[in-house]
C-alpha cells in the first residue's frame, strides 16, 4: 500500500480531482456501453416474439375469413 | 489451415460462440480490470516527477492502445468478409466500431484529465491526443456510413471499405501529426515519455490492458449477437432462440 | 482502349455543358478564402503565415463539394450500371473517370492560385511550392475522394456524410503540403515534404482503382 491511510488515498497527492474524474468516466462509459448492448438484445428479442405473434395472429384472422 | 474457422460464417455457430465465450471474457474483463485498478490505484509507487496524478496512465494507455487495436481488428474482419464474403465478418467489424470508439473517447477523456495538471490546460494539440481525436473521426464516419443505409449487407460492405482506407492511414496519420508536432512546439517534454517503466508500475498496466482486452471481447460477443439477431429475425432459429431467452420468465410472471 | 477514350470524351463533354457546376466550388473557393482576412486579421504578415494553410483548407472543402458529381450523374442515368455490367476493366474505368474530374475541377484551382496566393500575401517562392504541392496533391483528393463518392453515390444524403468519411483522411495531405510552404516561406528546401505527397499519391494511385471500383459494385449491389 502506497498511502498510510485511505483519506490519503482518496486525497491522490492533491490530484483527487483527475484521477477519480478519469477513472469514473473511463468506467461510467464502459457501463453505458455494455448495458446499451444488453438493453438492446433483449429488446430485440422481444421485437421477434412480437413480430412472430403477429405473423401468426394475421395467419389466423385469414384462416378465419377463408372459412366464413 | 482455416479450414476450422470456416463454419463460423454461418450467423447460427457464430451466436453460440459468442454464447460460449462470453461468460469467460467477462470473468477475464472483471478480473483483470479489479486487479489492475486496485494494484494501480493503491499499490504501485509514485511516480518521482508527476505524483499521483500518472494513476491515470492505468486506463489511458491501455484504452489509447486498445483504441488503435480495435480499428486494425475491423479493418481486418472487413478483409475476411470481402475475401471469404463472410457476412458475420462484416457483423463483427460493425459490432466492435461503437466500442472502439467509446475507447478512443476514454483515452482522449484521460488524456485531457491528466494534461490539465500536468499541462496547465485540458487540451493541448500534443501528438498522441491529436492522432487519436483523428481516429474518433474515422470511427465516427465507419459508424456513419453504415447507419446511412438502408440495406445493412450493402452497409457492411461500404463501411469495411472505409474501414480499410482509414487503416493504411492510420500510420500515415500518425507519423505526420507527430512530424507536425514536432514542428510546431519545439521541445516539450512527453508526459508519456517513459524510456524505463519501473516493473512494480508496469504490471497493473499490463492487467488492465488485459482486462481491457477482454472487456472489448465480452462487449463484442454481445453485440454481434444483436447484429445476428436483428439481421437473421425471421429465421426459425432465431424465433426459436428468443422464446427460449425471454418466454420462461413470463411464464413465471403470469 | 477507344471506349475509355469514349468515356473521357463523354465526361469532360457533359462537364463542360454543366458550366454552373464546374464553377460554383470554384467561387466557393474564392469566397472561403476572402473570409479569413475579414475574420482572422488583413495585416500582410498574420495573412502570410496563415495563407498556405487557409488554402489547403478551403481547397480541400470546395473538392469535398465538387467531388459529388463524379459519378452521382452516371449513377442517376444508370450508365454507371452499364459499365459495371459491360466487362470493362472497372478499376480502369474509374481511372478515367477520376482523370477526367480532377482536369475539369481541379485544374481550375491550380489556374485560381495566383490570385489566392495573392490574396494572402504570399511570397513568389511560398506560391512555387503551393503550386507544387497543389499539383502533386490535388489528384490525391481526388483518388481518395472517388472512394468515397463511390461508397455514397447511392445515397440520398451523401453530401455531409462525404465530408464526416474524407475530411480524416486528407490531415497528411494538409500537414505535409502546409509545411513544404512553410518551408519555403524559410528559404528552407521543401523536397522532402514534396517527396512525402508524391509517395502519397503513388500509393493511391495504385490501390486507389480497385478500392473505387470495388465501392462501385458495393453501390450497384
Known amino acids: ?68 | 489451415m482455416w479450414k476450422w474457422l470456416h463454419p463460423y460464417a454461418k450467423t447460427e455457430r457464430a451466436y453460440q460462440l459468442c454464447i460460449t465465450l462470453q461468460p469467460w471474457l467477462w470473468v477475464g474483463a472483471i478480473l483483470c480490470l479489479s486487479i489492475g485498478t486496485v494494484w494501480g490505484l493503491a499499490f504501485a509507487p509514485q511516480d518521482y516527477q508527476q505524483g499521483d496524478s500518472f494513476r491515470i496512465i492505468y486506463i489511458h494507455v491501455p484504452s489509447a492502445i486498445l483504441s488503435m487495436s480495435t480499428y486494425v481488428a475491423m479493418a481486418i474482419a472487413a478483409l475476411v468478409g470481402m475475401v471469404w464474403q463472410w457476412r458475420t465478418a462484416y457483423m463483427t467489424m460493425i459490432a466492435m466500431a461503437p466500442i472502439g470508439a467509446a475507447l478512443t473517447f476514454i483515452a482522449l477523456f484521460t488524456g485531457a484529465a491528466w494534461g490539465k495538471p500536468m499541462w496547465g490546460a485540458w487540451w493541448v494539440w500534443d501528438a498522441r491526443l491529436t492522432s487519436e481525436l483523428i481516429l474518433l473521426f474515422l470511427y465516427i464516419g465507419v459508424i456513419a456510413l453504415y447507419g446511412a443505409f438502408e440495406d445493412k449487407q450493402q452497409a457492411g460492405k461500404a463501411a469495411g471499405v472505409m474501414a480499410l482506407v482509414g487503416v493504411v492511414n492510420i500510420p500515415i496519420i500518425h507519423y505526420s501529426v507527430e512530424w507536425w508536432n514536432t514542428l510546431h512546439q519545439g521541445a516539450t517534454i512527453s508526459k508519456f515519455d517513459n524510456p524505463s517503466i519501473a516493473p512494480e508500475m508496469l504490471w497493473p498496466l499490463l492487467i488492465n490492458l488485459l482486462g481491457f482486452a477482454f472487456f472489448i471481447g465480452a462487449v463484442t460477443t454481445i453485440r454481434l449477437r444483436n447484429e445476428i439477431v436483428l439481421r437473421e429475425q425471421h429465421r426459425p432459429w432465431v424465433q426459436a432462440l428468443a422464446e427460449q431467452a425471454l418466454l420462461p420468465h413470463k411464464t413465471r410472471e403470469r | ?221
Open chain 1, 1 to 68: 500500500m502506497q498511502f498510510d491511510s485511505f483519506a490519503d488515498f482518496i486525497h491522490m497527492g492533491g490530484y483527487a480531482f483527475y484521477v477519480w474524474l478519469s477513472f469514473g468516466v473511463t468506467f461510467g462509459a464502459m457501463c453505458i456501453i455494455a448495458i446499451q448492448s444488453y438493453v438492446k438484445h433483449k429488446a430485440l428479442l422481444n421485437a421477434v416474439i412480437a413480430d412472430k405473434a403477429r405473423k401468426a395472429r394475421i395467419e389466423r384472422a385469414r384462416q378465419n375469413e377463408k372459412r366464413s
Open chain 3, 1 to 221: 482502349m477507344s471506349l475509355y477514350q469514349g468515356i473521357f470524351k463523354r465526361d469532360m463533354h457533359i462537364a463542360f455543358k454543366q458550366k454552373a457546376e464546374l464553377v460554383q466550388p470554384l467561387m466557393f473557393l474564392l469566397m472561403v478564402v476572402t473570409l479569413f482576412p475579414l475574420g482572422v486579421s488583413p495585416s500582410p504578415d498574420t495573412l502570410q503565415r496563415i495563407g498556405p494553410g487557409v488554402i489547403w483548407i478551403a481547397a480541400i472543402l470546395s473538392s469535398l463539394m465538387a467531388m459529388e458529381r463524379l459519378f452521382r450523374d452516371d449513377f442517376q442515368d444508370g450508365s454507371l450500371e452499364q459499365y459495371v455490367l459491360s466487362g470493362m476493366a472497372l478499376p480502369a474505368v474509374s481511372t478515367v473517370k477520376v482523370v477526367a474530374h480532377w482536369l475539369v475541377s481541379f485544374v481550375p484551382v491550380l489556374l485560381l492560385s495566383p490570385l489566392l496566393a495573392m490574396f494572402l500575401n504570399l511570397t513568389f517562392d511560398m506560391y512555387v511550392a503551393l503550386l507544387l504541392t497543389l499539383i502533386l496533391g490535388t489528384p490525391l483528393l481526388s483518388l481518395i475522394g472517388a472512394i468515397a463518392v463511390g461508397l455514397t453515390v447511392g445515397l440520398q444524403k451523401g453530401g455531409v456524410l462525404l465530408a464526416l468519411l474524407l475530411i480524416p483522411v486528407f490531415i497528411p495531405l494538409l500537414i505535409f503540403a502546409t509545411s513544404a510552404v512553410d518551408s519555403a516561406a524559410l528559404q528552407l528546401p521543401y523536397y522532402p515534404q514534396l517527396a512525402i505527397i508524391a509517395a502519397m499519391l503513388l500509393l493511391a494511385a495504385a490501390l486507389a482503382p480497385f478500392a473505387i471500383a470495388y465501392s462501385l459494385k458495393v453501390s450497384q449491389n
